[in-house]
């Protein structure tokens, strides 16, 4: 894994706020510089300010990385500033909380080109210049434990999380093939105390929501996101769940996990697949 974080290139999206901009204060911290990817070009500017005070070399970019002509925009402005990445953190994500019958379509997709997409192509650009460099390289990809597991409510957000760790174990499969000098690993971490509840501010125009669409103004719509504010405002410290990222990277591991709160779930729902019973619940273990 990576450990030589002294004047290491750093890429790190959704990095204006919450995980994002905690992670990028890490690699900061110990010495790397930071490329803040963001798609508020003013927050990502703030943030970069931040991690300069620091005595990193940070800079902005704002982009919306579920837009893949976005992605070869940050590439091209990382390839400029630095000449090499050695970290890509795909850290941008946002949820949708209502079920699959009442969910509009558009929220459908912009969860899944958020939460996937910029996976994919942000990866698709990176990964030949990781291979030209010959260094050792380091993809993390912030996938959520909905990436692992399920429960009754936000289909969408965690079908693709699921999504997006399915790609990540395909890719790390595809790396230890070709003997590539790329690491790979996936950020599972639970319920974190950070402001996604507010997810709606980050939504492109093409998925904005407008004044006329009923479905956005109803009260069950505002106690949905209650709802996961209330989820959120009791999470883990987002600082103290980041940090087991850094100590992650010290080992061979591709999972990582904020806290052991949710093994004994993953165990048991291999037992539930394997007998091909039911998906297994996390409150009837609890």
Not at 72 to 77: E, N, P, S
Not at 102 to 110: F, T
């Amino acid at each position: 894994m990576f450990t030589d974080f002294e004047n290491a290139k750093v890429v790190v999206t959704g990095g204006a706020n919450g995980i994002g901009k905690t992670l990028a204060l890490g690699f900061a911290k110990r010495g790397s510089d930071v490329a803040v990817v963001d798609i508020h070009g003013d927050e990502a500017e703030a943030a970069a300010a931040e991690l300069r005070g620091l005595g990193c070399n940070a800079f902005a970019i704002e982009a919306d990385v579920s837009v893949l002509d976005d992605c070869k925009k940050v590439f091209d402005t990382v390839m400029e500033k630095f000449g090499r990445v050695d970290v890509l953190v795909n850290n941008a994500g946002v949820s949708a909380l209502s079920d699959v019958e009442h969910i509009p379509e558009k929220d459908i997709r912009w969860v899944y080109e958020t939460n996937v997409y910029s996976h994919w192509f942000m990866m698709q650009q990176f990964l030949p210049q990781m291979r030209a460099q010959g260094s050792h390289c380091q993809i993390i990809n912030v996938c959520s434990i909905a990436g692992l597991i399920s429960m009754n409510g936000a289909p969408a957000y965690f079908s693709s999380k699921h999504a997006a760790v399915a790609l990540s174990e395909c890719l790390y499969k595809q790396l230890r093939a070709e003997k590539a000098d790329i690491d790979i690993s996936v950020f599972c971490p639970g319920y974190i105390n950070t402001q996604m509840h507010l997810t709606d501010r980050h939504r492109p125009q093409r998925f904005a929501i407008g004044e006329d669409e009923e479905y956005y103004h109803t009260e069950a719509y505002a106690k949905q996101v209650a709802f996961n504010r209330y989820l959120l405002d009791n999470g883990a410290p987002v600082e103290q769940a980041v940090e087991s990222v850094f100590t992650a990277l010290s080992k061979n591991q591709f999972y990582i996990y904020d806290s052991p709160k949710y093994e004994r779930l993953l165990c048991e729902q291999g037992v539930f697949e394997a007998e091909k019973v039911a998906p297994v619940d996390y409150y009837s273990l609890n």
